[in-house]
DNA sequence: TATTGTTATACTCTATAACTATA
DNA sequence: TATAGTTATAGAGTATAACAATA
């Protein structure tokens, strides 16, 4: 069990300055994530691909999601068809609905993109201290906390 | 001064999934962050408007730095002179080039902009112990140094 | 009649190419 | 002639409205 370090709390004015200090950085970070992948896949293709990968869905549940048109999604999802990372197959009890699914290829595809992302904050690692990543670590826990619904 | 907690070196495995816990997290609190000021200025104009305020600058260096053509940043900078957010006028020493500057308003849409955003992340923090919170502020200057560059 | 998927049309943001004015 | 700004035009992604097929 670690000893507890006893800790004054953070002021208002101080967690005002944390909470600038923590989205700025949340967001330089994801958008040079996202930059490091956006030649291989556009963003919202890659966003349907995770959901797809999850479970098979229709256009309409993707549109719902993603908080887009289902005219929208509909474009999203042929593109992934055309490019061969998405197939379509009719619902057998219900004619109206076309089941979306990830194909080996889609998968294939997913891996690829993750691994460039984490690759390239894998290298941003390598400038820190084996302190700054224990600190990491352990505020990882707390960054998924802030991130979650 | 603290007393030097001794750490064990993060494994390779480790490293590889820490980036991933910490590159979800980034993503997820910019996507919600940004969600909730998108519908208050779009988030190219925003960041245009950040470019202005740290200096006054032309269309050009603008679409340098975000790397749009000239064009689309002509069509940007427009939109926020005429949402009185940004001011035009001509460089007395070459009569080729624009300076763009922020406006008051510019200045107010900003700091409003910010305010939003900040809130979320305060409400979020909202849900954290202190020792949390503590954890955070100490991260918070290994993700700007994860981040910068 | 209600729901799912689709097509028609338009708006926004992006781009490249061409044109204007000044250095 | 070179450069900054602008205009013309087109492509990609978004939306709403209308239409087709099925429950």
Redesign the interface.
């Known amino acids: 069990m ?1 000893t507890k ?1 006893p ?1 004054t ?2 002021s208002r004015a ?3 300055s ?17 930059f490091e992948s956006d030649r291989e896949l556009p963003p919202h293709l890659y966003s349907v691909l995770v959901r797809l990968e999850e479970t098979p869905r229709t256009n309409s549940e993707l549109a719902d999601i993603e908080r887009v048109s289902a005219p929208s999604m509909k474009r999203t999802t042929s593109a992934l068809v055309e490019l061969g990372y998405v197939s379509r197959a009719d619902d057998p009890t219900d004619g109206r609905q076309v089941i979306l699914s990830l194909t080996p290829e889609g998968q294939k595809v997913l891996r690829r993109v ?1 691994r460039h ?2 690759e390239w ?2 290298s ?2 390598e ?2 201290t ?11 826990a ?7 619904k």
């Open positions: 670690r370090t800790t709390p953070l101080e967690l005002v944390l909470s600038n200090d923590i989205r700025l950085a949340c967001m330089r970070i994801s958008r040079r994530v996202r993750r992302r984490d904050m894998l941003r690692f400038h820190l084996d302190e700054e990543r224990e600190l990491l670590q352990r505020a990882a707390v960054l998924a906390k802030v991130a979650s």
